[in-house]
T-cell receptor, first 111, second 114 residues
């Protein structure tokens, strides 16, 4: 089955801790994206990558970092610099034919 | 300033009736539009798309209408079913933006009552 997987489903972060959210796709898509969703708001773009070893900041990149060492994987690290990390995080990918395919999401909570 | 607006945060419709979800945009460069459906604690799933060369696209119970001069699109669901209860996001992008991100609206929560 082709698709996008995100893990974990729920993640708890302590103050000052970095945490990494996983995103893997086996759709052979070149482009991958990370979004954040907060209640009452649309999805906001954090980072995106159009090709391996290359990525660009989105609208709200501060406090986040990414890597794209493999085509299939685009992990997102929420650093201690992100002061308000509690949100629902969505990973997506596409092949440049505009339609994006989304993963199931990770809910991040701060202890 | 929101480039994609969905002015109704919520909508309730009786089962079997038509659901109409509206979306307005401000950027005249937008040329490609999508609707996503999202259940709680899940990622959005793609529903239907439309590009500016069309004014209507139909897929089963779902039809999207585009009025470029008014910068308005709408999603019609006929007949509505309880399983359609979800949040619906409108998204827009310039057509020539290879692999680029989309601008999403804030979503409309649809409740279909049995």
């Amino acid at each position: 089955d082709g698709g996008i997987t995100q893990s974990p489903k729920y993640l708890f972060r302590k103050e000052g801790q970095n945490v990494t959210l996983s995103c893997e796709q086996n759709l052979n898509h070149d482009a991958m994206y990370w979004y954040r969703q907060d209640p009452g708001q649309g999805l906001r773009l954090i980072y995106y990558s159009q090709i391996v070893n290359d990525f660009q900041k989105g609208d709200i990149a501060e406090g986040y970092s990414v890597s794209r060492e493999k085509k299939e994987s685009f992990p997102l690290t929420v650093t201690s610099a992100q002061k308000n990390p509690t949100a629902f995080y969505l990973c997506a990918s596409n092949r440049g034919d505009e339609t994006q395919y989304f993963g199931p999401g990770t809910r991040l909570l701060v202890l | 300033d929101q480039q994609v607006k969905q002015n109704s945060p919520s909508l309730s419709v009786q089962e079997g009736r038509i659901s109409i979800l509206n979306c307005d945009y401000t950027n005249s460069m937008f040329d490609y539009f999508l609707w996503y459906k999202k259940y709680p604690a899940e990622g959005p799933t793609f529903l239907i798309s439309i590009s500016s060369i069309k004014d209507k696209n139909e897929d089963g119970r779902f039809t999207v209408f585009l009025n470029k001069s008014a910068k308005h699109l709408s999603l019609h669901i006929v007949p509505s079913q309880p399983g359609d209860s979800a949040v619906y996001f409108c998204a827009a992008s310039p057509n020539d933006n290879y692999g680029q991100n989309f601008v999403f609206g804030p979503g409309t929560r649809l409740s279909v009552l049995p």
